[in-house]
C-alpha cells in the first residue's frame, strides 16, 4: 500500500512538470534547473533546522500536517490497512531508534527540498513564458508533493527529537 500511495503521489505531482518539459524540450534551463535544485542535496542538516518553520507541533497542526499525515506514505490510511491485512503490522515501530528515524526523516525532507526548488524554477519559467495556467499547475503540484511533506518531516522531527529528549540544534 505505501509505494502505491507513493508512487500515487509522485505521478500527481510531476505531471504539470513533465508536461511542461516534454512540451517545450529540454533545453539548457532544464539542465541549469537540475543543477541548482541538486544543491540542497549538499546542505548540512544544521540548515534544514535551521529553516524549520517552527519548534512548536501546534503550528504545523493549524497547517493542517495531521491531515495531510493520513494520506502519506507509512500514514495513517496505509497504517490502518496494514493492520486490517496483518494485525501484527506496525508502520514505524516505537522501538526504532530515534537517530536512525531522523535520519529518514531528513532524507525525505531533502528530497522533497530538491524537488522544491526544481518546481518552482520551471513554474518561473513557465510565467516568463507565457504559460500561466501551466505554472499555476506546477505551483499547486509543488504545494501537494513537496511543501506539505516538508511541513509534515518537520512536524515528524519536532515530534522525535521531544521523544528522546533531544533539541533542535
Given at each position: ?32 534547473f537540475?543543477?541548482l535544485?541538486?544543491i ?16 512548536n ?11 495531510i ?35 529518514t526523516?531528513?532524507?525525505y ?8 526548488i ?6 518561473g ?6 504559460h ?38
Open positions: 500500500m505505501n509505494q502505491f500511495i507513493n508512487f500515487f503521489w509522485t505521478i500527481l505531482g510531476f505531471a504539470a512538470v513533465l508536461f511542461y518539459w516534454v512540451a517545450n524540450g529540454l533545453s539548457v534551463w532544464f539542465y541549469l537540475i543543477g535544485s541538486i540542497p542535496a549538499f546542505l548540512s542538516q544544521r540548515f534544514f533546522y535551521r529553516i524549520q518553520l517552527s519548534h507541533t501546534k503550528i504545523y497542526e493549524r497547517l493542517g500536517v495531521r491531515v499525515r493520513k494520506f502519506v506514505q507509512h500514514g495513517d490510511f496505509a497504517n490502518r490497512i496494514g493492520r486490517k491485512n496483518n494485525p501484527a503490522y506496525r508502520g514505524m515501530l516505537k522501538s526504532v531508534d530515534p537517530q536512525r528515524y531522523l535520519g526523516i531528513m532524507m525532507e531533502r528530497f522533497h527540498f530538491i524537488c522544491f526544481f518546481f518552482l524554477l520551471t513554474s519559467i513557465a510565467i516568463v513564458q507565457g500561466y495556467l501551466l505554472a499555476l499547475l506546477i505551483v499547486i503540484g509543488n504545494v501537494v508533493y513537496n511543501v506539505f511533506p516538508i511541513l509534515l518531516q518537520q512536524f515528524n522531527r519536532i515530534r522525535v527529537l521531544r521523544c528522546s529528549n533531544q533539541k533542535l540544534v
